[in-house]
């Protein structure tokens, strides 16, 4: 164990990573944002989706920092006097959960299909891949709100609550499909026609066990550094749903809601209610942007 450690500490990807300070850094940032998301239960000093510990009177405090500041709310509270510092974490919780498995649903979506239209070919090479142009041709967001209201549509309105979190994951997940496709599909047309490849098929090995056990492990490489630029879209396009209220239920709100709701009270003085989610969603997605760009120069061989 501490040989292969040690071993992947050596690596010249850790090399890379040791020797850049922009990705150290967001490498710390993003670590701490997990941690304080992820342990939101321990790490939060209050819990503010538990009604009976929320009081009215501490509503619109300010930061601790300022004149009537309260030293049990290091970042203030809101108008329902939920503690700020402790809303943040659990509601980035909520948009880094949407914002994994929305790329994840992606990336398993656009993988199959760019290796199926990139191996077979023809016709359904054709028509895989102008289904994916006509929908490059719009913005991520248009379609994930189109898919989303449609959904809510053909949903009862009493059940809205219950599917929001898997809607809003299909909606990303259908809106950023088409990158993958298009980059596996690519990979896919040079490795079909490698020598393990022909050789894989006069052996008799299965298109499918050609396409999954030898084509995939090779072209996962720009579909990882694909994956971590996407991860930011996904948090941003789900910040941008919730603020329009077309995103998470309110009983469970992500970032962009409580920026929606501190929006509210932005020019009337209690600037810490949307201030302060604003920033950890800036530095949230501008870690995951940084470390996206340092992996895409990182394995980029004409870099190296």
Do not use: C
Not at 63 to 87: A, C, F, H, K, V
Request: aromatic share 8%; glycine share 8%; proline share 5%.
């Amino acid at each position: 164990m501490k040989r292969r450690l040690y071993q992947l500490w050596d690596s010249d990807l850790a090399y890379a990573w040791r020797n850049s300070n922009v990705a150290v850094l967001a490498t710390v940032i993003l670590t701490l944002l997990l941690v304080g998301s992820v342990g939101a239960d321990w790490v939060a000093p209050h819990n503010p989706f538990d009604l009976a510990s929320i009081n009215l009177i501490d509503a619109l405090t300010p930061p601790i920092w300022m004149e009537g500041g309260n030293p049990l709310y290091l970042l203030g509270t809101d108008s329902q006097g939920r503690d700020l510092y402790s809303s943040l974490l659990y509601g980035m919780r909520v948009s880094l959960f949407i914002g994994v498995s929305s790329v994840l649903l992606a990336m398993a979506l656009g993988v199959v299909l760019g290796l199926i239209s990139g191996y077979v070919g023809g016709r359904l090479d054709a028509f895989i891949m102008r289904v994916a142009d006509v929908q490059l041709s719009f913005p991520a967001i248009l379609i994930a709100l189109l898919i989303d209201g449609v959904a809510r549509a053909a949903v009862p309105a009493h059940l809205l609550e219950n599917i929001a979190f898997p809607v809003l994951i299909g909606a990303i997940a259908l809106a950023g499909w088409p990158q993958y496709a298009r980059t596996v599909r690519g990979s896919t047309l040079v490795e079909k026609n490698r020598e393990y490849v022909q050789a894989a098929r006069v052996t008799g090995v299965s298109s499918s066990a050609i396409l999954f056990q030898h084509v995939l492990p090779n072209v996962l490489g720009p579909v990882l550094v694909l994956a971590t630029v996407h991860l930011a879209t996904a948090i941003i396009t789900e910040a941008t749903l919730s603020f329009l209220g077309v995103g998470v239920p309110p009983t469970s709100p992500s970032l962009g809601t409580l920026i929606r709701v501190g929006n509210d009270f932005l020019f009337s003085g209690e600037w810490w209610i949307t201030i302060f989610p604003g920033l950890a969603l800036v530095l949230l997605v501008l870690s995951v942007n940084l470390l996206g760009d340092w992996l895409r120069d990182a394995l980029n061989p004409r870099l190296n």
